[in-house]
């Protein structure tokens, strides 16, 4: 008979809990307005991948340097490994953070690279790997190039190690390499691992919204890496389930000794995708919209958030090119009014997928951040007539 350790046990649990399917929104009951592709996620948006690196190990008062570690990374490949740039641009609703390489973005237009999400003190490490990744992959085919990677973060310090740089290269290199099509997992995973938001344990979530346009129909996608709001302030569908909870599971107003983290703390990462043919300014009109579903929940760009979202469009392949005329399709601002709520709807089920998938998660010192109690949401819905 082969006695298992018990942290050997943990990391079996963790790895069967990773690889599972969490519950969404909608399968708990919670309803929403729109349309959502094939698989309410960032990648309904074709030729996307997502990957994540995610790292879980150890228990009990912070070593620095040892852990415990509750942190990861996101990757999210616009055209998958095909190194085609795409159209995009970018807008800070408070900018108490950080997503490199957005420069660039304002002044060319394009996004040139993957967009990686971690935690606020491996935002250098995450942009280092990538670079040394395009070579090692040859990601530029000319002997002569330069980049700007897009690396964006929210503070996990409060559940991780983060003085003690955890992420390596060799995570980002795995969030890349593992990125794929189709289903994206939600909750505690990647960088989003160990972020909270809105009083409850937060972290990756994903939505997507169809929009018909005459004879053409197209997708706006978004992934979110929430960690941010009051637990009084959150809002789902309409119904103030913070402040009904504000007994319930009360991590908010009882942090340890050991954490230094204020009420309401925390940042937002929001990534927009669309295949309809936008030109930069245009996504910038989108970025710009993401606020007013980050609002819905709840949130509303406190002082010590970093709000940063990017916007592109996969549309038009041939627009980069660095010597010959672009031919271009481009839908009218007149247009736009459908894409900026099918944007708002799938920032605000985003959110709250991320929170519905989250597990209750206990990190450095013994802090813990509990789960969004799912039955409780659903009664509360019930009792303000929400649902049936």
């Keep these: 008979m082969i006695r298992l350790l018990p942290s050997f046990c943990l990391l079996l649990l963790v790895h069967a809990s990773l690889n599972a399917q969490k519950p969404r929104a909608r399968d708990i009951g919670i309803p929403f307005n729109g349309t959502t592709g094939k698989y309410n996620a960032i990648t309904d948006v074709k030729g996307i991948e997502v990957g994540y690196s995610t790292i879980i190990s150890g228990q009990g008062k912070n070593i620095l340097g040892k852990g415990p570690v509750r942190t990861g990374v996101t990757a999210i490949l616009p055209r998958g490994r095909n190194n085609n740039p795409v159209y995009a641009n970018w807008y800070s609703l408070n900018g108490n953070g950080e997503m490199t390489g957005t420069t660039w973005i304002t002044e060319s237009g394009f996004l040139e690279t993957p967009i990686m999400i971690t935690n606020t003190n491996s935002v250098g490490v995450v942009r280092d790997a990538v670079l040394k990744w395009f070579v090692e992959n040859h990601w530029?085919?000319?002997?002569?190039?330069?980049?700007?990677?897009?690396?964006?973060?929210?503070?996990?310090?409060?559940?991780n190690d983060i003085y003690g740089f955890q992420v390596k290269e060799s995570h980002a290199y795995e969030a890349l390499n593992t990125a794929s099509a189709g289903l994206v997992k939600e909750g505690n995973v990647g960088g989003g691992t160990g972020m909270m938001c809105l009083g409850f344990k937060g972290g990756t979530g994903t939505a997507s919204r169809i929009i018909k346009l005459g004879d053409s129909t197209y997708t706006i996608g978004v992934l979110v890496q929430a960690n941010f709001g009051r637990k009084s302030s959150l809002v789902i569908t309409g119904v103030p389930v913070g402040r009904e909870l504000m007994d319930t599971l009360n991590n908010e107003f009882n942090l340890p000794p050991q954490s230094y983290r204020q009420e309401g703390d925390g940042s937002i990462i929001v990534v927009v995708a669309t295949d309809a043919p936008f030109l930069p300014h245009q996504l910038k009109r989108l970025a710009q919209r993401v606020p007013l579903g980050i609002g819905n929940v709840g949130g509303y760009g406190t002082n010590g958030s970093g709000d940063i979202f990017i916007a592109f469009s996969t549309a038009n392949p041939a627009a980069f090119n660095r010597f010959d005329y672009a031919k271009l399709e481009v839908l009218p601002n007149d247009a736009m009014d459908p894409f900026f709520e099918a944007t708002i709807q799938s920032v605000e089920e985003s959110i709250i997928n991320a929170m519905v998938a989250a597990e209750t998660m206990?990190?450095?010192?013994g802090n813990k951040s509990h789960a969004l109690p799912h039955k409780l949401v659903i009664d509360l819905l019930r009792k303000y007539k929400r649902i049936k």
């Design 140 to 159: 530029y085919k000319e002997d002569f190039w330069y980049t700007y990677p897009v690396v964006a973060e929210t503070y996990d310090g409060f559940l």
């Design 362 to 365: 206990e990190g450095i010192n």
